[in-house]
């Protein structure tokens, strides 16, 4: 009978975990709830999104010797797991051709409870001269693809052209104007406003995994 006791108590432990885990505000697929040295894995309650992928690279700049900033924008319901969501790729200083290749690892995963505020990846083309001074070459953002499996994308850039003082003083001495707030690069509120120039145009290869959005009304 102590033994039996023994093994309920253990067990009305457990079921109490995971009350209290299911409870929460918001129940991941990754999250874990340990009591008494057992592990209780919750269910998956939410829709997964995976990206895998590369920048691989840009072409049709001014210059070569680019790198490239780039980061993810989402909504508000989505949550972010695992993955870098912004980072920066090496400098490419091809010796052949105008494409400058960088290969730059993409992984990332989120839950979300929503389609709103899909996922936006947003870049920066800059480049670097022979002296290390950095100079900005473009703008460029691309939704994530909605469909699953491999995807190549091209991603078009742009930069602020300025008055004509500041292009000729870009002329001379380099440098040029520069969005004050990024969020201007994947939101239209006030970019209509800007006078801009076309510059080259970043590839991606992305790959979309989708889970569990069929709870959603979402066919995949």
Known sequence: MAVRGFV???????????????????ALTTERCVNSGQTVALGSLMAELHIIGQIIGATGFPQNSLFCKWGVHTGGAWKHLSGLKEGQTQVDMPQTGDMAYWSHPIDLHYTTKGLQGWPKLHLQVWHQDSFGRCQLYGYGYCH???SPGQHRLQCATWRPLGSWQDQLAQMFVGGGP????PDLIYSGADRYR????????????LCVILRHFDRYGVET
């Open 178 to 181: 520069q969005l004050r707030s």
């Open 8 to 26: 309920n108590r253990k067990s009305l432990e457990i079921m109490n975990t995971r009350k209290r885990c299911f409870q929460g505000n918001e």
């Open 194 to 205: 800007l006078h801009t120039v076309a510059m080259g145009t970043v590839e991606l290869e």
């Open 144 to 146: 994530v693809p909605s």
